[in-house]
């Protein structure tokens, strides 16, 4: 059957350093992946999207890399701050219109 | 101005009631979508709508009936709540033509006594 797998353990990490999140699915062909970020009481927010046939996509200290063959994301948060504390989620979509799929998501809790 | 809004943001209802969530977009989009996220925090879809249509509809007890009147309003209906359906609901929207890049609303939290 298909999984998506994400740590479910917390990620403590000092103000600064680099937060690495990995996303891992099996039995399942993604056209596309997405991250997402999710606050206490919040609704999940969008914050990026790789395709396929794309190797790495950054956005401000953002970073997602996308291995087919491995079939794995990594999502890192570089010089991470306080205010990057939050749950991330991963979420696979076979093709755009099509239904995403979530992974538990990870939460991220960032030291001052 | 909010994006994707959601009524009621807390709901407590004892077993056997029938109970309402309404949700609605001013974002323009064609798709709109119903998630269930447990008490492990897992997010589940539901139900999803196209221009008022049902595209998809995942193993989901027949007691929750979704209503679209318009492409802006997705309304969930829940009959005889069960404990088990308590959970936060998400609706979310997006563009069918896009990357499928989801909307949420800030979430209901069904509490079922």
């Known amino acids: 059957s298909q999984k998506i797998e994400q740590n479910s353990e917390a990620l403590n990490i000092q103000e600064g350093k680099t937060a690495t999140l990995t996303c891992n699915y099996t039995?399942?062909?993604?056209?596309?992946l997405q991250w997402y970020r999710q606050d206490p009481g919040r609704g999940p927010v969008f914050l990026l999207l790789?395709?396929?046939?794309?190797k790495e996509k950054r956005k401000e200290r953002l970073k997602v890399t996308f291995d087919t063959t491995l079939k794995q994301s990594l999502f890192h948060i570089t010089a991470s701050q306080p205010a990057d504390s939050a749950t991330y989620l991963c979420?696979?979509?076979?093709?755009?219109?099509?239904?995403?799929?979530f992974g538990g998501g990870t939460r991220v809790l960032v030291k001052p | 101005d909010t994006a994707v809004s959601q009524t009621p943001k807390y709901l407590v209802t004892q077993m056997g009631n029938d109970k309402s969530i309404k949700c609605e977009q001013n974002?323009?989009?064609?798709?709109m979508y119903w998630y269930k996220q447990d008490s492990k925090k897992f997010l589940k879809i539901m139900f999803s709508?196209?221009?008022?249509?049902?595209?998809i509809n995942e193993t989901v007890p027949n007691r929750f009936s979704p209503k679209s009147p318009d492409k802006a309003h997705l309304n969930l209906h829940i009959n005889s709540l069960e404990l088990g359906d308590s959970a936060v609901y998400f609706c979310?929207?997006?563009?069918?033509?896009?990357?499928?890049?989801?909307?949420f609303g800030p979430g209901t939290r069904l509490t079922v006594l």
């Open positions: 979310a929207s997006s563009v069918t033509s896009g990357n499928n890049e989801q909307f």
């Open positions: 039995n399942y062909s993604p056209a596309y």
């Open positions: 790789i395709r396929e046939n794309e």
């Open positions: 979420a696979l979509d076979k093709a755009a219109g099509n239904k995403l799929t």
């Open positions: 974002l323009g989009h064609d798709t």
């Open positions: 709508y196209n221009n008022k249509e049902l595209i």
